[in-house]
């Protein structure tokens, strides 16, 4: 399991990321996709949380996330509007404390208002144009096993235990200025950077943490909170090619 770091910590890591950018981007996004905001909550006795991290003026989200404790469970992380990413989140059941949760936007400068249109469905959202740079769920009723990319076939997919429909959502780069690269595993290769990210795995628990990694802009991280040691896991990421 992952150390995890004091919140404020952690706060302090991913405000700092909203400064870096990256040399070679298509001509109208002069820098790169970058974690520009973290929203944290921190002591609060609210059952459910909804919390939602926005994009400064002139940038468009591509993907976002969520870090939870163990005492929370994930019922939404979603694209909430062109520039914002919400995640909700419920105490378990007997939990008597005040676990922390937050969201994260991933965000690429926009100049020209040329990203993220957002498409929703029933368990698949495809792009009917353009590429896909992210995903994720809401309306969630179960556990979900599955938020991740197709980006060949500009879909996002979503499942769950049992078999519940959910909403899926992708976030579609319509300009056509952006090539997006699809791995599995935790890293982009480097010089590119992360935009959005997902998981599968065949246990029975969604992940505590899906989102960019705060401390490397090339990479997506997921952690699993493994009640199920025999599930297999997998990490999806989409990387901006510059």
């Known amino acids: ?8 910590t952690r706060m302090a890591i991913a405000l700092s990321m909203g400064s870096l950018a990256l ?23 609210d059952d459910v949380l909804t919390l ?35 995640v909700t989140a419920d105490k378990t059941a007997g939990e008597s404390g005040h676990p922390d949760a937050e969201a994260y936007a ?54 769950s235990v049992h078999s519940t429909t959910e909403t899926a959502y992708g976030v579609c780069e319509t300009g056509g200025t952006l090539t997006v690269h699809q791995v599995t595993g935790d890293d982009c290769p480097s010089p590119q950077v992360v935009l959005g990210g997902g998981f599968t795995t065949t246990g029975k628990d969604t992940p505590n943490i899906s989102r960019p990694d705060p401390e490397n802009e090339e990479a997506w991280q997921n952690n699993f909170e493994a009640r199920d040691h025999n599930a297999v896991t997998q990490t999806y990421a989409d990387c901006l090619i510059a």
């Open 1 to 8: 399991m992952r150390l995890r770091m004091p919140i404020p």
């Open 52 to 86: 939602t991290a926005t994009c400064p003026a002139g940038y468009a989200v591509t993907g976002g996330g969520y870090e939870v404790d163990s005492d929370r469970v994930v019922d939404a992380s979603y694209p909430s509007s062109k520039s914002s990413w919400t």
């Open 23 to 45: 040399v070679g981007l298509p001509a109208h996004a002069a820098s790169a996709a970058v974690l520009v905001k973290t929203v944290t909550v921190t002591g609060s006795s």
């Open 106 to 159: 991933r965000c690429q400068v926009d100049p020209d208002g040329l990203l993220s249109t957002i498409v929703t469905g029933a368990s698949q959202a495809t792009c009917p144009t353009g590429t896909l740079t992210g995903g994720g769920w809401s309306n969630n009723t179960d556990v979900v096993q599955r938020s991740f990319p197709d980006a060949a076939n500009k879909t996002w997919t979503v499942s």
